[in-house]
């Protein structure tokens, strides 16, 4: 028993020292010292011996115990020191590399015009709404009085989802008089600038999808002089406060009476010249009343409540003001281009 207590702690202690982790380790100690352990079952040998070996034995037992214990102890206490200094030298930080780059962006210049709008109509009181590109026909047609059969319905004009013609990319932002009409407390004074979507050929004043926004006043006794007074004073505040303004009667189905309002042409000063396509007048929105059957469609009643509505082109209005000189350039995304505002 002696010898057999003499091998184990020689080759334990062995062991212990080459180790490579403390996973191995560990399981060298259940191999040693565990309860199914070389050494466990040389003590289970021990109730063999006579009562006068018994206690020598028991004692040497012991010690070999012990020695093996402190050599887990101390293997241990490599490994671990051995892995710290592993980990430092993995995660050391080399203060001499060069830091990356942090490439800021900006706003894209047709939100920079936006936001420019925004703020003005804020300064007047207007709350912001924004509103679904998928629509129904029913808010973009229907409740704003374009009935079955109206041009602007036809399937070359607008991008339907079904067959039945009720699911939609919105062609106009005015759906959204309606549903702020329908949710909203009187009185209402919002805009609502988005995407819109109509069948269009791609050229240097076209596009497919393009931006509005959309404006709505909704109040007892509201007249189409605070529409124009408001109008006025909007455009004095975008195109400067020397710009002359022109309404001219036209028609929309949601609004009466209707009318379109144009600047007069600030590069020419109205003779006319190629920025205005010899006009003498550049077209910046469409507006009316608010009519008395779309009041009445949102559930508000004509008799007691008026309104003006408006919509205007976002990508014009950003063309004319950073002077772009073609619509495409706005949606290419060439960085040459961005970088430049
Ligand atoms: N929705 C109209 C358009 O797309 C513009 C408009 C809005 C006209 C509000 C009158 C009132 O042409």
Same mark, same amino acid.
């Given at each position: 028993m002696k010898e057999q207590l003499a091998k184990i702690r020689s080759e334990a202690l062995a062991a212990f020292g080459q180790a490579q982790s403390a996973a191995e380790l560990d399981s060298l100690r259940v191999q040693y010292?565990? /309860? /199914?352990g070389e050494l466990t079952a040389v003590l289970k040998?021990?109730? /063999?011996? =006579?009562a006068e070996e018994r206690p020598a034995m028991g004692q040497l037992a012991n010690e070999v115990r012990s020695a093996l214990e402190a050599a887990i102890e101390a293997a241990s206490g490599k490994l671990e020191a051995q892995a710290l200094e592993q980990r430092l030298k993995d995660e050391a930080v080399d203060v001499t590399i060069p830091g990356r780059e942090v490439k800021l962006g900006h706003k894209h210049p047709m939100y920079l015009a936006l936001d420019e709008i925004k703020d003005i109509f804020i300064g007047m009181g207007f709350t912001v709404l924004d509103g679904p590109e998928v629509e129904l026909a029913e808010y973009n047609f229907d409740k704003l009085n374009a009935?079955?059969?109206?041009? =602007?319905?036809?399937w070359s004009d607008t991008f339907y989802f079904d067959e039945d013609s009720?699911?939609?990319?919105?062609?106009?932002? =005015?759906?959204m008089q309606v549903r702020a009409m329908e949710t909203m407390e009187l009185p209402i004074r919002i805009i609502a600038p988005g995407r819109v979507y109509r069948k269009d050929e791609v050229d240097a004043t076209h596009s497919p999808m393009f931006h509005q926004i959309e404006g709505l006043v909704v109040d007892k006794g509201v007249t189409m002089a605070d529409l124009k007074g408001t109008l006025n004073a909007v455009i004095k505040k975008i195109y400067g406060p020397a710009s002359v303004t022109r309404f001219r009667p036209h028609h929309f *189905?949601?609004?009466? *009476?209707s009318c379109e309002v144009d600047i007069q042409c600030h590069k020419c000063g109205g003779k006319g010249c190629p920025t205005c396509k010899g006009e003498g007048w550049i077209e910046v929105l469409g507006a009316g009343m608010v009519h008395p059957k779309v009041l009445r469609n949102c559930g508000i009643d004509p008799d007691e409540y008026s309104g003006f509505a408006f919509g205007m082109g976002l990508e014009r209005f950003a063309m004319g003001h950073f002077k772009i000189s073609d619509l495409r350039l706005i949606f290419e995304n060439d960085e040459r281009f961005l970088q430049q505002f």
């Open positions: 010292l565990g /309860k /199914k040998m021990m109730g /063999k011996l =006579s009935e079955e059969g109206h041009p =602007s319905r036809d009720r699911v939609m990319l919105r062609s106009q932002t =005015s759906p *189905p949601f609004t009466e *009476p």
